[in-house]
Structures are given as structure tokens and as C-alpha cells.
């Protein structure tokens, strides 16, 4: 099981939100590059990026303190990153600067075509980021529900070659009540590709709960409020998933 330590990206800060709301935040830290530094020290194997201005403006905003976090980073450990990216160009740019994923969401519901053309032109560089509420896709920096379920969108951008999906329970995101679990083993079921959890991690027993089902397909956690409260010691939670993980 993959423990991936999440930087949010607001005015350049390193922050955590509740439930997607950009008016409650709080900040952890001003300095992305530490912040980066700090979860590789802790024995992180991936970082999750999201550029939270981004994705609310619908275009790259935060990409000055990106560019910082790649260069501590270096070639470490890959990089994820979401928000804001609606074009192929930008998707070039970030891979360009190191990037070694694109996280691509609201953009693939309402365009789905740019999914599929962005899977083409960058085979194993694209995730796509599905959030949701009762089973129902939830778009534009979660301030739209949508019709969509999320396993039929899954299968179909699956199909259309993306590396993995993330799923967020929106209701549960930076509430510290829980993951999830039998939603996101319902959408890992369903698909042969990897499936990352995310959204409301609290503590161990939630690490535990999720090796138990990694046999299914979920193959990693997102880590956000959590491990900047302390309700979550990141390095002893990831050495105990790979005490349980399947190897």
C-alpha cells in the first residue's frame, strides 16, 4: 500500500481544506519546497500536488511553487499533480519540468475527448481524479454535482488508457472521519487499473482497513489533514502497510 502525502497549493502556501471550501483553510507551511523535503526525509515514495487555485480558475496558477517542490524533489520519487489542467500543452510543460504524473479531472467529464487524446499523446503519464458524493461524479473544484456514476465513467476512461484513478469522497475529505472503504473497493472491483483512495483518512486503523482490501485494487492512499495534525505519524503508518501489503 502506497502512503502519498499530500502538498495543496493555495496563493503559493502549502494548506488543507475542508470539504473543498477555499474559505477553510489552514495553512501548514509557506515554504513547498520544505514541505516536499520533509515527506521524503519521512520515507514518502510519491507526492500527490494539487494546485487549488487552479482548479477553481481552471488554469495553471501555482506553478512557481510546483517548479520548487520538483527541484528538491529531483528524481527521488515521482510527482503527481492535479488542478487547473484543461490542455495538452500544459500537460507537456509540467512533464517537461518532471512532473511524472498529470491528474486529470473535472476536465476529463466535460471533455472527455481531451482525456482520451491527453492518454494518447502521454501513454503512463495520466491519472485521472474522480470526486464524488453518493456515487455521483462531482466537478469543478466540487461546487457541481453532476449525473455521472462513478464506476461507469471509470470503466470508460480505463478504456481510454490512464494510468490509475484516484477517488475522493468529497463528504469525507479533510473531516478526519474516515475513509470510504466500501465505495472505493465497490470502483477497484469494477476496474483492472490501480485504484489510490482519498478523502477523510484519520489514523492506523484506517491503514489497516485499506491493506486488507489492497487484494482488490487499491493500491494506495492519498494523506492529507491528517498526517499535518499529527492524528497521523506518515513514516510509522507506512512502515506498518508494508508490514501488511501483499509484497
Keep these: 500500500m502506497l502512503l502519498i502525502p499530500a502538498i495543496d497549493l493555495k496563493d503559493g502556501h502549502c494548506v488543507r481544506l475542508e470539504q473543498g471550501d477555499m474559505r477553510a483553510s489552514t495553512t501548514f507551511s509557506e515554504d513547498p519546497g520544505a514541505m516536499a523535503r520533509r515527506w521524503l526525509?519521512?520515507?514518502a515514495r510519491r507526492l500527490h500536488l494539487v494546485d487549488l487555485n487552479g482548479a477553481f480558475a481552471g488554469r495553471p496558477i501555482n506553478e512557481v511553487a510546483v517548479k520548487a517542490i520538483l527541484r528538491e524533489v529531483g528524481e527521488e520519487i515521482p510527482v503527481q499533480l492535479g488542478g487547473g489542467i484543461r490542455d495538452l500543452d500544459t500537460i507537456e510543460r509540467y512533464l517537461d519540468d518532471g512532473l511524472s504524473y498529470v491528474i486529470i479531472g473535472t476536465a476529463a467529464v466535460?471533455?472527455?475527448g481531451f482525456l482520451k487524446d491527453a492518454c494518447t499523446a502521454f501513454p503512463g503519464h495520466i491519472i485521472v481524479g474522480l470526486d464524488a458524493k453518493d456515487g455521483k461524479v462531482a466537478t469543478d473544484g466540487w461546487s457541481k454535482l453532476t449525473g455521472h456514476e462513478v464506476v461507469d465513467l471509470a470503466r470508460k476512461f480505463e478504456d481510454y488508457g490512464?494510468?490509475?484513478?484516484i477517488y475522493t469522497d468529497i463528504g469525507?475529505?479533510?473531516?478526519l472521519t474516515g475513509i470510504n472503504i466500501e465505495a472505493t473497493?465497490?470502483?477497484?472491483?469494477a476496474l483492472s487499473i490501480p485504484?489510490?483512495?482519498?478523502?477523510?483518512?484519520?489514523?492506523?486503523?484506517?491503514?489497516e482497513r485499506l491493506c486488507a482490501v489492497e487484494f482488490e485494487g487499491v493500491r494506495?492512499?492519498?494523506c492529507g489533514r491528517s498526517i499535518y495534525t499529527g492524528a497521523l505519524d506518515f513514516a510509522v503508518a507506512q512502515r506498518r502497510a508494508d508490514e501488511l501489503g501483499l509484497g
Excluded: N
Excluded at 490512464?162 to 484513478?165: D, I, R
Excluded at 469525507?172 to 473531516?175: A, E, L, N, Q, S
Excluded at 485504484?195 to 491503514?207: K, N, Q, R
Design 41 to 43: 526525509d519521512a520515507g
Design 110 to 112: 466535460k471533455k472527455p
Design 162 to 165: 490512464v494510468e490509475g484513478v
Design 172 to 175: 469525507r475529505d479533510g473531516m
Design 185 to 189: 473497493v465497490k470502483l477497484a472491483q
Design 195 to 207: 485504484v489510490i483512495a482519498s478523502g477523510g483518512l484519520s489514523d492506523i486503523a484506517d491503514i
Design 220 to 222: 494506495g492512499v492519498i
